[in-house]
């Protein structure tokens, strides 16, 4: 007679359910060594794992430990035994056979300690997604300052964001599957733990996407691919999208997270999905206030933008008379161009070459031309009508203004050192707005925070 063992029950029953021995290993947490040791009888599995085993192949502890299956009559004549002598723990069973067996408290452990596992183990994946995102910006910053290459900063970084979320959804999948099978973890604990790893991979994703808006401004603020973005406009700007991006990644989150609680991709226990559904509108709720609020301070910083323009923050050199204009127009005052000054209109420049005092002029054609020809410019109105004209020779100057009056006088100037000073005020003004969108959105948090735990 052909000797029954542990070992060869495990192997045939394994077969039967078209599971490797590394399929096998991974659902109890030992490796596909062990299984082959055991499978070769060179070793047994440890007690507290025996109602696992039972568990993943729908048969009794008793079997396994037989190394074969009884009948369906001494299976009931089992149960029924177990149930007159009072042996009626209160623990989750499965179906075999159309009769409910109940699982050991050994079992039950060891069913939680693989959902620990496996959470800790995608936890662990997750921050290094985080780490990914993170690196991007680093690696975008380096672009930026190091090599004042703006655009290749972004796109590097943006190669970053990308790979993060895809190691993301990645381990979300893995995480999924490690409790996919409904004999090893109940629908409760499933639900429960898919809750926490979309819950995980919301606060990923969503870093990722808010890294992703603070670095937009290198590719909407730089003005040539051959330059990086100052420290301070980024600095604004970035936070201004980077809240923008928080913001539509919590009210992704909020629909999101409904949607699937009710298609039942996955569950709470009865008390809290009671308080998920009210703590639900209470979202909605603070939500509405805080874009009241956004929508008010948004409609006042137009307005104050409008009002105070770089120009209009800038110092300025007035002139009362044409002829004082000219002849200050007329100074040679040469500036070496400051990468600092964004916002400027730029101008096709006139070639010129030579050395010392002999400077030859050239025209957008390559002709030669004089020097009067060469810097001739004209102050016009709005309206296109000239008002003066002039031979620029300072080229300090970076904003004429003519007056709004009959004669179009004060006119004013503005210097690149003036119009800097100028430019460092509307950031000033700019950075508080986008401090006060933090606040705002800051408190209102802490206020629906506060209600939550009361």
Known sequence: MERKTIGGFIAALRKANGMTQKELAEKINVSDKTVSRWERDDGAPDLSVIPVIAEIFGVTCDELLRGERKSAAQRTAWFVDRQETGDSQRTESNEVEGISWPASSKAEKQRQRILTVSL????????IAMGLSVVGLIAAMIGNFGFLRAYIGFLVGVIFYLVSVVCQAIFVNGAFLAVSDESLVTIRETGEFKYTVIRMAELSIGLTVVLFGFSLPLVIFAYDTYMGLSAQT????????????????????????????????????????????????????????????????????????????????????????????????????????????DGMTAVEPVQRSGQGDEITYYDQYGNVISEEDALRAVLMDLDG????????????????????GQDRLPIRTITQDQWHVGLQRYNVIQTAFVILYGLEVVGTILLYLRKRTK
């Open 120 to 127: 800790s183990q995608y936890k662990n994946r997750s921050f």
């Open 234 to 341: 980024w600095l604004v700007q970035g936070l201004g999208y980077g809240l923008i991006s928080l913001l539509v990644v919590g009210v992704c989150c909020y629909f999101l997270n409904a949607h699937w609680l009710r298609k039942g991709i996955y569950s709470l226990d009865a008390k809290k999905e009671e308080r998920y559904w009210s703590l639900h509108k209470r979202k909605i709720q603070y939500a509405f206030r805080l874009l009241l609020v956004l929508l008010a301070t948004g409609v006042f910083q137009f307005l104050v933008m409008t009002k105070w323009s770089v120009s209009e923050l800038s110092d300025s050199t007035d002139f009362y008379d044409y002829e004082s204009f000219v002849e200050y127009m007329e100074q040679d005052i040469p500036y070496e161009y400051h990468q600092y000054i």
């Open 385 to 404: 009508n000239t008002i003066v004209t002039y031979i620029k020779r300072n080229q300090s100057v970076v904003y004429i203004d003519p007056g709004r």
